[in-house]
T-cell receptor, first 112, second 113 residues
Framework: SQQGEEDPQALSIQEGENATMNCSYK?????LQWYRQNSGRGLVHLIL?????REKHSGRLRVTLDTSKKSSSLLITASRAADTASYFC????????????FGSGTRLLVRP | DAGVIQSPRHEVTEMGQEVTLRCKPI?????LFWYRQTMMRGLELLIY????????DSGMPEDRFSAKMPNASFSTLKIQPSEPRDSAVYFC???????????FGSGTRLTVV
């Protein structure tokens, strides 16, 4: 069963613009992670944010977490064509032993 | 480190045949996960191991699926007999543990005809 749901399902932007993807989940979590998947490839870990953190940065990535709303957002600033990929949020539920449950993903297209 | 290594990359088999997928995790990672990805169901966790011991196999769809981890450097996922609805990309991932991200392999694309 999927815990996280991303919004939007697909996003198309121009190179240089910012891209924002949202994730909602259902149960209390230990942490929330974001992954990128290029077509035909495995997933790549981008960033992890713990349940007691509200914001985290890594390069051009900014992640926020609102545990009261059970939601997170991923912002990619100054997007590049190479950022074209699917982006997934994944949650580590607090009531489960260590595992990640992935959302349905957002397909990002960055047009040159 | 070469990362998580999966084999084969592609597998095409006939319905009813046995299929074995293989995974070598990153050395030192205590957790190993098997996921299945399809367009319809997305990424589903099938089973995971901690220190070679299966911890949660609630995602294994049927008795036709089995997974083993005989040692810290090798795991297999077996489907016997295979069916067309098993067609998917199967990913193996490993991790240091709680609070760390996963490292995924490149996946095995399985087609059952």
């Amino acid at each position: 069963s999927q815990q996280g749901e991303e919004d939007p399902q697909a996003l198309s932007i121009q190179e240089g613009e910012n891209a924002t993807m949202n994730c909602s989940y259902k149960t209390s979590i230990n942490n929330l992670q974001w992954y990128r998947q290029n077509s035909g490839r495995g997933l790549v870990h981008l960033i992890l944010i713990r349940s007691n953190e509200r914001e985290k940065h890594s390069g051009r990535l900014r992640v926020t977490l609102d545990t009261s709303k059970k939601s997170s957002s991923l912002l990619i600033t100054a997007s590049r064509a190479a950022d074209t990929a699917s982006y997934f949020c994944a949650t580590s539920p607090m009531d489960s032993s260590y595992k990640l449950i992935f959302g349905s993903g957002t397909r990002l297209l960055v047009r040159p | 480190d070469a990362g998580v290594i999966q084999s084969p990359r592609h597998e095409v088999t006939e319905m009813g045949q046995e299929v074995t997928l293989r995974c070598k995790p990153i050395s030192g990672h205590d957790y190993l996960f098997w996921y299945r990805q399809t367009m319809m169901r997305g990424l589903e966790l099938l089973i995971y191991f901690n220190n070679n011991v299966p911890i949660d196999d609630s995602g294994m769809p049927e008795d036709r699926f089995s997974a083993k981890m005989p040692n810290a450097s090798f795991s297999t996922l077996k489907i016997q007999p295979s069916e067309p609805r098993d067609s998917a990309v199967y990913f193996c991932a490993s991790s240091l543990g709680q609070g760390f991200g996963y490292t995924f392999g490149s996946g095995t694309r399985l087609t059952v005809v």
